[in-house]
């Protein structure tokens, strides 16, 4: 079993910052992409950001320059780091990992809120 596990969300004025984790533990032999994708309430969910392995990022264009995506491969982590934080990025966050165990598969966290007010 892999589990990914997110935390860092709460409620947070407009302008302010926050910063997302998402461990993910179990029989891991190896992760690929790690990414954060957000889904707005009525909405599809969406890709925010993704980091490879070797550390290539890639954004979505109303994040860049305010959001960094960021990993620690020693702890099967990644990092979203949230700063001018407006109210259209409220939505629950989710984590994503390609992750290797016999074979490749896809996993996902729960999601934490993100509630920016304005």
């Known amino acids: 079993q892999v589990q990914l596990v997110e935390s860092g969300g709460g409620l947070v004025q407009a302008g302010g910052s926050l910063r997302l984790s998402c461990a993910a533990s179990?029989?891991?032999?190896?992760?690929?992409?790690m990414g954060w994708y957000r889904q707005a309430p009525g909405k599809q969910r969406e890709l925010v950001a993704v980091?490879?392995?070797?550390?290539?990022?890639n954004y979505k264009d109303s994040v860049k320059g305010r959001f960094t995506i960021s990993r620690d491969n020693a702890k099967n982590t990644v990092y979203l780091q949230m700063n001018s934080l407006k109210p259209e990025d409220t939505a629950v966050y989710f984590c994503?990992?390609?992750?290797?165990?016999?074979?490749?598969?896809?996993?996902w966290g729960r999601g934490t809120q993100v509630t920016v007010s304005s």
């Open positions: 980091i490879t392995r070797g550390g290539s990022t």
């Open positions: 994503n990992a390609g992750v290797l165990r016999t074979t490749w598969a896809d996993y």
């Open positions: 179990g029989s891991i032999v190896s992760i690929n992409d």
